[in-house]
């Protein structure tokens, strides 16, 4: 997972965030791995690296500036992302299209419905 070992969300309505998470993560490849200790769900291929958890101190907030950036493999799956996002209750941040940052980047953006800004990214050529 490049130079992350791990990456927290908090939630303070871990079923929601369950419901919008295991449809968004769907099309990426990533699956619901089940609870995580006894504070929030695990997210990974094989080994939790996307917690979603109930925060220890208060109640959970967005960062803001802050985005999740997840891999795609191909540009359908960033479509399929950002569709299944708004079905299971997700906000549009950025409809699914070129982004200039780099060669061939096709991305989409989603506000989760705790307010954490996720997104998905595929740089293959069209």
Avoid: W
Avoid at 81 to 87: P, V
Avoid at 104 to 114: F, I, K, R, S, T
């Amino acid at each position: 997972m490049g130079i992350f070992t791990h990456v927290c969300l908090g939630s303070d309505d871990l079923a929601r965030s369950a419901r919008f998470y295991d449809a968004v993560l769907a099309p990426l490849g990533i699956v619901n791995l089940g609870p995580f200790l006894d504070q929030g769900i695990g997210y990974g291929r094989r080994v939790p690296e996307l917690l979603i958890l109930r925060p220890l101190q208060g109640p959970a907030a967005c960062g803001n500036g802050a985005t999740l950036g997840l891999k795609a493999p191909d540009r359908r799956a960033v479509d399929d992302f950002h569709r299944a996002g708004l079905a299971a209750g997700g906000e549009d941040a950025g409809l699914p299209g070129p982004r200039g940052a780099v060669p061939h980047a096709y991305g989409a953006y989603l506000l989760d419905p705790d307010g954490n800004k996720i997104c998905a990214y595929c740089f293959d050529p069209p």
